[in-house]
Every structure is written in structure tokens, then in C-alpha cells.
């Protein structure tokens, strides 16, 4: 780093200097190594090295100072980590080690992916990946997709494609302002978001209510449908949660499954979170019916081992993604006439032009572990939010909110008399300012609760049971009036 000051001239053959990479690469991997085995030890001191936002801006200038050291240890000390079991909290889990390998392999060699030139291993990586995993969700060989940045874009990209099958004609000619698509109360905000961003306004998203255990009340379907129609809504697709983020609730996908089908509705389901139990054995029965699906939105990067963002847009028809981008209506004919296999062109399908390998690391998983691998993963978070509700029950000073269906786990402190929300964001505060462990917190009817995603494999009874002793320590610290 010195040399930059002293040689201006030639920063640029500093920058790709092979010796100096090579160097630091080293370090790097050796130190996140040791960290790796600190926090499996429990040696770790903190899940969250908590402080106040303006405290850590004022300290960025001097990580980069030489004489405080190395750049990346800098800013590993003001990081969370994952790693440690005490991480409960929003649902992104530790990666596979090998896949920060496979990003440094994706940063290095930047391979854009907008054409098949620009990344030829990629395509063919995301391909591979893309016709397994659309096995494990029953498809049949016509199912095809794609990678993407994030579930919320792969949510979007599932209602342009119920608009492009109800109005073929809206990519030219705008669209009806009418149309709709229902989903839970508890779905998440992205797909409100998508409505409003394809121009639907606020009664683009149509709530059907959540039964007490937050999944849609299919019961209700009809009569949502109903009312959408007579109020001169133009209902084209239902979306199913799998799972709902704030409880990890699966909606009945048959139930809407068969629904769609009898309506001739687009069925999409936002398996961001929850889509990953399809690799589970012992769970993948949570998701019966998602073999009815017309398009899947699933993220790696909440329960599948990979660092975000990788996610993953499927199609029962593959050719249903040509449709959504399509600026020229002929195009799925000419392609026909031409017999063009397009599935290494993935910018036609996706809202990215340049685009990360988003499956090297996906890929990297499956081939070095197995996709075994996945399955005893996924398994292994469901089987121990089980386990955290056990211990949960078992304590007379906590509250489930409800037994869990995937890997969150929602509950709160009732050992005291005061406000029962007040205490427990009160609570919250404290313990993530604490720092060993880390949580969040949701809002469930108007009350506040705290809120968990087992997402470390490496999490146990015994860090659940620690965490319900540093809550009821808290507690009793908290003025009498907040004390639940
Ligand atoms: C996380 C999540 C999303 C958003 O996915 P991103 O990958 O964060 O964009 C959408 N829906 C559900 C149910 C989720 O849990």
C-alpha cells in the first residue's frame, strides 16, 4: 500500500501486480480460517460487534491507515458473523467456505453473462443447475429458468410472466391498469412492490386473509376472487408463500394449485425462503402442490449454504421466460423457425444486462459436497427451530407464537407484568447491544415479538438455552415498568 504514495506513476502495475494479490490472498484465507475455528470453538466473543452507526463512520478512515494493521481484519472486526452459532436473526446463513473461494474465482475473472460469449462456463453452469433443480420441484423436461440478483427481482420477473400469458399484447402497447394478483396477508413486500412497479397502483395486490397459523386462508380464495371481479379488477395470477418471512408459515400450495387451475389463474410461488425444502427429504412434503406452479422464485442464499445474493427463477414452460422481455411479440416463432436453442442467451430472459456467475458458487457447493449437502441442511435448520420451540414450551416465562413449519422461530418474554411489546423490543435492544447473540424482532398483530431464523447448522440446544438465561438476565435489569 506504501507504494501508492511513493510510486504514482505506476499504480496501475501496482494494481494487478501478481506477487502483492497472491500475498494478501494467503493472509486473507489463513485468517478467515482461524476465525472459521474460533467461532465453531465458541471462542468468538461477539456475534454482533454492536456500535452506534456514527461511531464506526468516524473509525473508517483509519482501517486503510498502514499502521493500524490490515485492511480486511479491519473490517472483519466490525462485522456479524454468521458463523457463530449465536447468529438467529434475518435469514441469510453462514456460507460453505468453498464458495468464497468460488467468489473470489467470480470476482477475478468478471464474467458479464449478458451473452454467452461474455461468460461461456456460467451459462453453461446456471443451465446444469437450473434442469436439476426444476426436477426437484417435479417439472418436467419443458421447465427451464433462470439465475437472478435476489428473490425480489425473480418475484417480479414471475408477474411479468402471468401478464405476458393474460395480456400478451402489454409489453407493446402498456397494459390494463385493472389487473391483479392475489396473495396472503402475510406475503412479503416485495410482491407489492412489484404490482405497484408494473403499474397496478395500491389494488394490485389483493389480500386474501391468514388463518392463525399465518398461511393464507384458502377457504377464502373465492370469495377474494369474487369481490377483486365485481370491484373491475382483472385477477390474473395467485401467488403462494413458501414460507412467509416473519414466521416461516407455508401456504396450502395444492390448495391454491388446484384453485388457479379451475380459474385459468397464473400460479407463482415465492419460494425465496422456502423454496430450498424441496432438497429436504424429510420436509419436502411442505411444498406438495408447488408441482402445479407456473413460475418459482427460490434463493440460495437463505437456507442453501451460499453467500448472497444467488437466486433462482423457475418456469414450468421454459418458454414462458422468453415471453416477458420479448420487445419483438414474433420473436418465439422466429426462434421456433430458425431452430434456435436460445438457452445460453440469458439476457433475453432476465432484467439484468450484465450479470454476475451466480452459479459458480451455487455450482461450487454441489460439486464439492454433494447435493447431499443441501439436503442436510435445510434439514438440520428445520429439525433445530423444532427443538428451539421445545425448549421455548418447556419455560414458563416465554411465549410461542406458533409451532414452526420451516427454520423461524417467533416467541417472547411473559415473565413480568408490563407491556408485553414494550419489554420485549426493550429486551431486543439490549441483547443485540450485548452483542453474543443476535436476533430480530417482528410485529404479529399489532404486538411485538422477537423473532429468529435458525440459519447456523452449528446452532444447538445448548444456544438456545443460553439465549433464554441472557434474555431473563436482561429482564430483570429492565426498569419495573417495562418488565414483562
Ligand atoms: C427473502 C424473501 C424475499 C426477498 O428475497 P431477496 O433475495 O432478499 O430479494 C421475498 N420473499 C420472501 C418470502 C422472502 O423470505
Redesign the pocket.
Known sequence: MKTQQENNTNILNEVYDADAFRDAGHRLVDFLADQLDGMKAGTNEQTLPWADPDNVLSEVDGWAASENGDLFENVFQRCIRLHDPRYMGH?LMPPAPVTALAGMLTDFMNNGMGVYEMGPAGSAMEHWLIQRIAAKFGFGPDAGGFMTH????A?LTGMLAARAMHCPDAWQTGEPSNLAVMVSSQ??Y?MDRAARVMGWGEGGVIQVPCNDRYRMNVDLLKESLAEATAAGKQVIAVCG?A???STGSIDDLQAIGQFCQRHNLWFHV?G???GAIAFSEKYRHLLDGIEMADSI?M?F??MLLTP??A?AMIFKNSEDAYRNFAQDADYLLRAADENEDPWHDVARRTFECTKTMLSLKVFSVVTTHGWEAFDQAVTRLIDQAATFADVVKASDDFELAIDPQANMLCFRYVGGDGDLSEANAAIRKLLIEAGEFYIVQTSLNGETWLRTTITNPMTTSLHFSLLLDRIRELAAGLPASRQA
Open positions: 435469514q435476489g428473490g425480489t427481482l418475484n406475503a412479503h416485495c408463500t414460507c412467509t418471512t415465492d425465496a425462503h422456502g422464485a434463493d442464499h437463505k448472497s445474493i437466486s
